[in-house]
């Protein structure tokens, strides 16, 4: 059974704090993803990642960094959190291969920033 | 850029018949994908077309129509478990996927 697993499934931070999240698949995946998902607008690509140690820049990089140094983890950085960083954060993977043509997804970690 | 549009909410009977429109314009297309989500859940695959017309699977259908930017879910002999969030993504020719902002379905008994 394929798995995507994030590090908390629930995490309160305070304003100025630097959070980790992690996420760690089991597939042997190249590509990698972390969206944002918050109420109205759907998901949001933040950073995704092709191979270890490469990254590339989503839709709405900025407050983030990403980190990959291994295959099957990718990590998630925001410097320097905020409160408008407060948001449902899910973690994706997927092949390049055809026949596996889907992105899975983990189970999200809801951040607040306080 | 990519821009996805899909109906906020719709709302159907037990047993009942749904289709969830979704309309694109993107730049590069490399197939269109269905998600559902249930509340506080991940994101699951439902389906996926990258040639034009429909692809059934059991009470669910999903059909794309390239030319037109045009892709719809059918939910068929609705369930109660139905009741979730349906995300239409588009691919493009970099694997990344843009999504819309989900279509909230209730199912009513």
């Known amino acids: 059974d394929v798995k995507v697993t994030q590090s908390s499934r629930y995490l309160v931070k305070r304003t100025g704090e630097k959070v980790f999240l992690e996420c760690v698949q089991d597939?042997?995946?190249?590509?990698m993803f972390w969206y944002r998902q918050d109420p109205g607008l759907g998901l949001r690509l933040i950073y995704f990642?092709?191979?270890?140690?490469?990254?590339e820049k989503g839709d709405i990089p900025e407050g983030y960094s990403v980190s990959r140094e291994k295959k099957e983890r990718f990590s998630l950085i925001l410097e320097s959190a905020s409160t408008n960083q407060t948001s449902m954060y899910l973690c994706?993977?997927?092949?390049?291969?055809?026949?596996?043509?889907?992105?899975?997804f983990g189970p999200g970690t809801r951040l607040t920033v306080t | 850029g990519q821009n996805i549009d899909q109906p906020t909410e719709m709302t159907a009977t037990e047993g009942a018949i749904v289709q969830i429109n979704c309309t694109y314009q993107?730049?590069?297309?490399?197939?269109l994908f269905w998600y559902q989500q249930h509340a506080g859940e991940a994101p699951t695959f439902l389906s996926y077309?990258?040639?034009?017309g429909l692809e059934e699977k059991g009470r669910f259908s999903s059909f794309l129509s390239r030319s037109k930017g045009y892709s719809y879910l059918l939910l068929k002999e609705l369930q109660m478990k139905d009741s979730a969030s349906y995300l239409c993504a588009v691919r493009s020719n970099d694997y990344k996927l843009s999504f819309g902002a989900g279509t909230t379905v209730t199912v009513r008994a």
């Open positions: 993107t730049s590069g297309f490399n197939g």
């Open positions: 597939m042997d995946h190249e590509n």
């Open positions: 077309n990258v040639l034009d």
């Open positions: 990642s092709y191979d270890v140690k490469m990254k």
């Open positions: 994706a993977s997927t092949s390049f291969l055809g026949a596996d043509i889907e992105q899975y």
